[in-house]
């Protein structure tokens, strides 16, 4: 069956970085674009990287641009998040999202990253 499995959370100072990675199986990596999600309590999920499937064209929001950096691993069947720079409001519940069209969608389970000293 289908299983994104997050790992690399956890608990970093600000100005820290930390690297969360993300294991798929069950599903044709390769051709699956994929990103990484946040949900900070009584917040909206929000979108904060994504990479084609290929790898050759990556988009962050405006929050995280010049400090993440989302890169894929196709032999491997893995995605990562380097978060450099980390400042409290990137403390949130991290997921992994695989999509292709016409609809095809998977979740992980998330992981959590608080950034405080």
């Known amino acids: 069956q289908v299983q994104l499995v997050e790992s690399g959370g956890g608990l970093v100072q600000p100005g820290g970085s930390l690297r969360v990675s993300c294991a798929a199986s069950?599903?044709?990596?390769?051709?699956?674009?994929m990103s990484w999600y946040r949900q900070a309590p009584g917040k909206e999920r929000e979108l904060v990287a994504a990479?084609?499937?290929?790898?050759?064209?990556?988009n962050y929001v405006d929050s995280v641009k010049g400090r993440f950096t989302i890169s894929r691993d196709n032999a491997k069947n893995t995605v990562h998040l380097q978060m450099n720079s980390l400042k409290p409001e990137d403390t949130a519940v991290y997921y992994c999202?695989?999509?292709?069209?016409?609809?095809?969608?998977?979740w992980g389970q998330g992981t959590q990253v608080t950034v405080s000293s």
């Open positions: 999202n695989a999509y292709r069209r016409p609809g095809y969608n998977y």
């Open positions: 990479i084609t499937s290929v790898g050759d064209s990556t």
């Open positions: 069950g599903f044709t990596f390769s051709t699956y674009a």
